[in-house]
C-alpha cells in the first residue's frame, strides 16, 4: 500500500486530480469492476494517488442505469461536502489523460485494511450513526464493512458509493444497528438544512443533475424530508437488506 503525499484536506485537491498528468495505473483486483490506483503528478505538489473507476470497466447491472456508476461515486461526494460531514474523500469525474476514458478519480486513503465497519462500530457509535444516515439519504444499496475505511490520523471515511441514489428504494446495508433508535438531533437538522439547499441552492442542484437524472434528485429531495419526519433509523426491507459480500 503506497504512503499518502496529497492530503484529503487540501484545498486544491480536485484540482490535482482533475489536471494532474498520469504517470503510472495499476489494476486493483477487488471487485466486479475494473479499478485502477493511478500515479499522479503535479509539477509544483509532486506526486500522489488516486482511485479510478472507468465507466467502460462498469460490469452491467439488472437494476443500475449502464455507465452511470461513476457519475453516483461523484455524486455522494458532492451530497457530502454539502452537508457538511466529509464522509467521502475527494472526488471528480475526469476524462482527460485518461487510457480507459472517462470515469470517477477518488483521492487514496492510506488506511489499515484490517479495520472496517465490525471492527469499529463498538468504539465509536457517533461517527457509525452519521454514516448510517448518510446512507439512508444516499439511498445506498452497497454499504458492506470494508467500506468503512480508517485513515492513519484515525478520521473514518466511506468508499465505494457507486451504487447508491437510484430512483426506488433500495438501501442494503451492514448498518442497521440503530433501527428504531431516534437520530440525533443534530443530525436531523443537518439534513433538514440540506434539503432546503437542494430546493435554493441552484448550483448544488445542477452539480447534482449533471450527475443524476432528475427523479433520482427529487428522489433525493424526498428522502431528506423524510428523514426530518420521522426522525428514527429504519428496519430492515422485506427485500433483500444486506449487500454480499458483507465485508
Known amino acids: 500500500m503506497p504512503s499518502q503525499p496529497w492530503l484529503p484536506d487540501r484545498p486544491d485537491a480536485r484540482s490535482l486530480l482533475l489536471e494532474s498528468a498520469v504517470e503510472d495505473a495499476a489494476v486493483l483486483a477487488s471487485g466486479s469492476n475494473y479499478v485502477y490506483l493511478l500515479t499522479l503528478r503535479d509539477p509544483e505538489v509532486g506526486a500522489g494517488y488516486a482511485v479510478y473507476k472507468p465507466r467502460r470497466g462498469e460490469a452491467p447491472l439488472m437494476d443500475f442505469p449502464d455507465g452511470t456508476l461513476f457519475r453516483r461515486e ?77 485513515a492513519r490520523d484515525g478520521r473514518i471515511w466511506c468508499i465505494d458509493q457507486g451504487l447508491t441514489f437510484h430512483a426506488d428504494d433500495k438501501l442494503r446495508t451492514v448498518i442497521w444497528d440503530y433501527q428504531g433508535q431516534p437520530v440525533p438531533l443534530e443530525l436531523v437538522e443537518d439534513v433538514r438544512v440540506f434539503g432546503e439547499r437542494l430546493r435554493s441552492d441552484a448550483e448544488l442542484r445542477e452539480s447534482l443533475l449533471a450527475l443524476l437524472s432528475p427523479q433520482e434528485v427529487a428522489r433525493l429531495e424526498e428522502r431528506a424530508a423524510r428523514i426530518d419526519r420521522e426522525r428514527v433509523f429504519p428496519g430492515p426491507p422485506p427485500y433483500r437488506p444486506y449487500p454480499w459480500p458483507m465485508v
Not at 93 to 106: F, K, T
Not at 114 to 130: G, I, Y
Request: hydrophobic residues 45%; aromatic residues 10%.
Open 74 to 150: 461523484c455524486a455522494a461526494y458532492v451530497v457530502s461536502e454539502a452537508i457538511g460531514w466529509g464522509l467521502v474523500p475527494p472526488t471528480v469525474v475526469r476524462s482527460a489523460g485518461l487510457e480507459q476514458g472517462i470515469g470517477a478519480l477518488q483521492l487514496f486513503i492510506e488506511h489499515d485494511p484490517a479495520q472496517h465497519f465490525f471492527t469499529l462500530r463498538d468504539s465509536r457509535p457517533d461517527e457509525m450513526k452519521r454514516i448510517a444516515l448518510f446512507d439512508w439519504l444516499t439511498n445506498n444499496a452497497d454499504r458492506k464493512g470494508g467500506h468503512c475505511i480508517l
